[in-house]
């Protein structure tokens, strides 16, 4: 692989009866190119990590809206600044509380284990979530949103866009989201 040269120029010095020895050197050459063979191959053989993508199924006709039982409801309000707002049960008959995208994770799970501990444990009584995203949230909340929605398991959500209530308007509004 690798050559060793030696030069051959081992003259006798003026006044000097020894010869003076060579310092050797060490031709790299091939090794580079072995080298550089080596990352190519690596580098064309290695399956890079495939996105992995959710898929969201929005009908396209109006569906007749459905009753959704306010004890098992959750609705999502996607505010300005990474907030959000959640209640649960009817807008205006529950106190709604201020949250941020860092504990939107606890506040699933405490209310799916609250809705399930009212329900007598019941898996046919599961939460149901509704995701509000308002004109002030941004692509990346509402991603995150349903990203933890994946999480935490729960078993149904909707997404909600077009139909913001005048009581979740008033509220963002008072609470400057």
């Known amino acids: 692989m690798a050559t060793l040269n030696v030069p051959q120029n081992g003259q006798a010095m003026k006044g ?3 010869t003076r020895k060579a310092v050797p050197s060490v ?3 091939a090794m580079v190119d072995l080298a550089f063979l080596l990352i190519t191959f690596f580098m ?11 898929e969201i199924a929005k009908p396209v006709i109006n569906v007749p809206s459905q ?21 649960r049960g009817e807008a ?12 939107i994770h606890e506040v699933l799970n405490r209310n799916k284990s609250a809705i399930a501990k009212t329900h007598g444990n019941d898996p046919s ?34 997404i909600d866009d077009g139909h913001l209530l005048k009581e979740d308007a008033a509220l963002l509004a008072k609470l400057g989201l």
Not at 44 to 54: G, N, P, Y
Not at 71 to 86: P, Q
Not at 138 to 145: H, L, P
């Open 16 to 18: 000097k009866n020894r």
């Open 27 to 29: 031709d790299l050459t």
């Open 44 to 54: 064309l053989t290695t399956s890079l990590s495939k996105s992995q993508a959710m």
């Open 67 to 87: 009753p959704y039982p306010a004890s098992r409801t959750v609705t999502l309000l996607l505010g300005k600044g990474n907030h959000i707002v959640w209640y």
């Open 92 to 103: 205006g008959k529950s106190e709604p509380q201020k949250a941020t995208f860092a504990t």
């Open 125 to 158: 009584k599961f939460m149901v979530v509704i995701i509000k995203p308002t004109e002030k949230s941004t692509y990346k909340n509402f991603v995150d949103a349903l990203d933890e929605m994946k999480i935490t398991d729960v078993k149904s959500y909707l």
